[in-house]
């Protein structure tokens, strides 16, 4: 039987006492939404449903690049309801998942034990016990341990509220047994919603069995419902990334001090330090060492590179060997050849640096390629932008570039030429070449400084 996944996102979210919805609220980095279509899409699922109904259209517009079919539920009438919305276009023959929007960490693992659960005459639910389990729905079994019913918290009895198994909310049925069982919901509660945990009952009537499975880790299917919720499972997150990093050989300096919102992958005896990020897409090859407070974004570190404290890259590539920081920003496009270096205040962007190159002090290197052994002083900066257009400079091997040098681009310096300081070049240099552009200084006898009047 394939597989669609229903995604219930259409809640208000009030605890949260903000004007985003609760479902875009982020989690390392990511939509709490788009965690759960993340999962679905490793489980394979043929199709992904994701109803929406308070902030539809912001929740619609913000992730419209998710391979998800939206679902409007114009009233929100309950979780019953909300499935319903979705299966008219789920096949008859298919399983359905229904997982929930602010609930982000469920495993893979976990949902392909409920899934394996299934069979055209049986659904799955997945519980959990919960040593306090105010607010939830308490799961019913008989004599024999099989699930009867699920009691909602404020509909339970004194002697039910006592249990302390609660239904999650997620569950795997026959696409066609749900069709059967949801318009034969009741709003008849204490809410004046169509629950959907009351088809257990429909099941039980018609002798559908029904298979509990449970998560390793009750963080696993805990919910958002506030910002301090949301916090614990953003550390909880955190602590599940900085546990295996360490397992794959990364030496952390605290692994409580670790942000990961993205993908990071690390070689051998990497070395990470306090308080640095990493977002999108990261690779840190072996002995690659991270500085603390640094940012690193959607980047390449190579083998033996080191990157000191508070420096920030982003859409970068770094060399083996090479050395960032501290203090460093790497721009959009650069990449550092190996052995190369960028010191404490350099801004890149656009940037080749060769081989072996130096770049210091308190530069600014945008548009340019640069060759291999080049050093560039301090206070040099690279005029790329005319207030309209990008030009580009191009510095060759060997290259000697005087502190506090302006070069204003389009221009080329030839290899091995030297460049003196406080020079503002504006015409090409070429090869073995020494470029002095700046005015004749005068000293004047007898000049009277100016004087603040009494």
Known sequence: MKLEVVILAAGQGTRMRSHLPK???????KALVQH???????????????????????????????????????????TGHAVAQAMPAVADDSVVLVLYGDVPLVKTETLQKLLAAVSAERMALLTVELADPTGYGRILRDAEGRVTAIVEHKDASEAQRAIREINTGILAAPAHLLKQWLPQLSANNAQGEYYLTDIIGLAVEQSIAIAAQQPQSAWEVQGVNNRLQLSELERQYQRTQAETLMTNG?????????????????????????????????????????????VIRNATIADDA??????????????????????????????????????????TKKAIIGEGSKVNHLTYIGDCSIGRHVNVGAGTITCNYDGANKFKTEIGDGAFIGSNSSLVAPVSIGKNATVGAGSTVTANVGDEQLAVARGKQRNIDGWERPQKKS
């Open 23 to 29: 479902v875009l609220h982020r989690l390392a980095g």
């Open 36 to 78: 759960v279509i993340d999962s679905a899409r490793q489980l394979d699922a043929s199709a992904i449903h994701t109803v929406i109904g308070h902030g539809a259209e912001q929740v619609q517009s913000r992730l419209q690049q998710l391979p998800t079919r939206w679902v409007l539920q114009e009233q929100q009438l309950g």
């Open 250 to 294: 990364v030496t952390l300096a605290d692994p409580a001090r670790i942000d990961v919102r993205g993908s990071l992958t690390t070689g051998r005896d990497v070395f990470i330090d306090v308080n640095c990020v990493f977002e999108g897409e990261v690779t840190l090859g072996d002995n690659v060492k991270i500085g603390p407070n640094c």
């Open 306 to 347: 080191e990157i000191d404290s508070h420096s920030v890259i982003e859409d970068a590539k770094v060399g083996s060997a090479a050395h960032v920081g501290p203090f460093a920003r790497l721009r959009p496009g650069t990449e550092l050849a190996a052995r190369s270096r960028i010191g404490n205040f350099v801004e």
